[in-house]
């Protein structure tokens, strides 16, 4: 069974702070890996798709980066507009549909 | 995505009453899914469908039902069977990078 697990929770960080967030997963062969940003009340908008350790991808203040077991979200320098929850998912080579599996998210607060 | 749309954006439902939420989509995508998502919890999966007029259950599809008649549209309906209704509906669609989302549906049992 797929599995993606985020870590931490919840994160608090000062403007300009930067910082990590996780994201483990265990699928049955990697077709994707995907990062969302989701504002309370919305629905999740697509940030990256990573397809191969060593990947990495950039947008504004965000990098992601891919290994075989997990991958990172780094935020570089936030602003308070950081603010929000981060999903990963992950697609399996296997399987119908495309489906992704989801993990928790992870609660990013940007202070002034 | 705004080529995704969901209505009602709040939905009350009352004991055993069925109710159905809409999703439409502009992009010209074959698939569509619906999810559910708890506080706490990640997005699950309550049925998909890869063409018209053909659908699949996903990890959560008791109490709930679909339909794909067109292309451009995807309706959930939550029955009387689904016990805790209660949770924010998103609906996507599988574009050429990966799933976009509407802005969802929030429900509510009065």
């Not at chain 1, 798709?49 to 991958?71: M, Q, V």
């Not at chain 2, 999703?23 to 919890?41: F, I, K, S, T």
């Amino acid at each position: 069974e797929d599995q993606v697990t985020q870590s931490p929770e919840a994160l608090r960080l000062q403007e300009g702070e930067s910082s990590s967030l996780n994201c483990s997963y265990t699928v049955s062969g990697l077709r994707g890996l995907f990062w969302y940003r989701q504002d309370p009340g919305k629905g999740p908008e697509f940030l990256f798709t990573l397809y191969s350790a060593g990947e990495e991808k950039e947008k504004e203040r965000l990098k992601a980066t891919l290994t075989k077991k997990e991958s990172f979200l780094h935020i570089t320098a936030p602003k308070p507009e950081d603010s929000a929850t981060y999903l990963c998912a992950v697609q399996a080579l296997t399987g119908g549909g495309n489906k992704l599996t989801f993990g928790t998210g992870t609660q990013l607060k940007v202070e002034l | 995505d705004g080529g995704i749309t969901q209505s009602p954006k709040y939905l009350f439902r009352k004991e055993g009453q069925n109710v159905t939420l809409s999703c439409e989509q502009n992009l010209n995508h074959d698939a569509m899914y619906w999810y559910r998502q708890d506080p706490g919890q990640g997005l699950r999966l309550i049925y998909y469908s890869q063409i018209v007029n053909d659908f699949q259950k996903g990890d959560i599809a008791e109490g709930y039902s679909v339909s794909r008649e067109k292309k451009e549209s995807f309706p959930l309906t939550v029955t009387s069977a689904q016990k805790n209704p209660t949770a924010f509906y998103l609906c996507a669609v599988s574009g050429r990078e990966t799933q976009y989302f509407g802005p969802g549906t929030r429900l509510l049992v009065l």
